[in-house]
């Protein structure tokens, strides 16, 4: 196998670095371990762990964060948040202000840090590459609503040339790995890179929010997850790149715990055909 690991999604969760989505309460009941209960990990000091928002409760792992001496987090507070200019300008401001080589974010409402991360160096090398996303099965509908994007009507080719990304990003990632047809796709809601990088990929994914929208995508895009994807398409040595055997993060949805597992969106698929077929990461 690409990872050794049982089929079983409730037998792993504690295995992987961060899980994203309802995982969080899954990890909970299934492991027995309530939030009075957990241990938070130990994550390397070579890292800063950051998450952002405009609502400390969001999830109440973050005051244990907060409070813990195992890893060095900061959370920053908001008033406000504009999605997601409001996300993207204060991590700029912390990885110009840290010494941490390395940035792991997560966002605040449904993210945990699951088992240990002493070896960032270790996870960026298994990919080859300077971040490392979580991946989420095939494109979701990008976007928020409390950005209407009224100005498409003066864009008619904005959602063609924005699937010249998506279809380039899905031949590269049938380049490394068996697919059978399927495709995974970046999911902005955890990563971990690079500090020296990020502050130039971050820089870029404001100047492109920034500006006018009406030239078309991804100018004035709002949305940091189609920026992302839209700069990994364009990353000349691989500097970008999404976990897809799900090595290390694991995106989760109410249904992820019932696929079998010849399902493509089993958490292990990819890792399983992939192995059979002695693909290597």
């Not at 908001?78 to 409001?86: A, E, G, H, P, S």
């Not at 976007?143 to 279809?167: A, M, Q, R, S, V």
């Not at 364009?234 to 993060?249: A, P, T």
Request: hydrophobic share 35%.
């Amino acid at each position: 196998m690409i990872i050794q690991r049982s089929n079983n999604i409730y037998e792993e969760l504690p295995k992987f670095k961060v899980i994203h989505g309802c995982g969080i309460n899954s990890f909970r009941t299934t492991t027995n371990k309530p939030i009075p209960d957990y241990v938070i990990p130990h994550v390397s000091s070579d890292i800063k762990v950051v998450t952002i928002s405009n609502y400390r409760h969001q999830n109440p792992f973050i005051e244990l964060y907060l409070n813990s001496n195992t890893m060095d987090f900061h959370f920053i507070e908001l008033q406000t948040f504009r999605c997601w200019i409001d996300k993207i300008e204060p991590l700029i401001t912390l990885a110009k202000s840290i010494t941490n080589k390395y940035i792991l974010y997560f966002d605040a409402s449904d993210a945990l840090i699951v088992s240990d991360i002493n070896n960032p160096k270790d996870i960026l090398d298994k990919y080859g590459c300077k971040v490392l996303f979580n991946a989420e099965d095939g494109y979701s509908q990008p976007g928020h609503p409390c950005d209407p994007k009224i100005w498409l009507t003066d864009c008619p080719d904005y959602y063609n040339t924005k699937h010249i990304i998506i279809d380039k990003n899905k031949l590269n990632l049938s380049k490394k790995m068996i697919t059978n047809g399927f495709t995974r796709s970046l999911n902005a809601g955890v990563f971990l890179g690079e500090r020296e990088f990020l502050i130039g990929a971050l820089q870029q994914i404001l100047d492109l929010m920034l500006d006018n929208p009406k030239k078309s995508y991804p100018y004035g895009e709002s949305c940091d997850q189609v920026l992302w994807q839209h700069i990994m398409a364009n990353c000349q040595n691989n500097e970008i790149e999404i976990d897809f055997y799900n090595l290390f993060f694991l995106w989760t949805h109410p249904r992820k715990f019932d696929f079998p597992v010849t399902h493509w969106e089993h958490f292990n698929y990819f890792n399983n055909i992939n192995s059979l077929a002695g693909k290597e990461c």
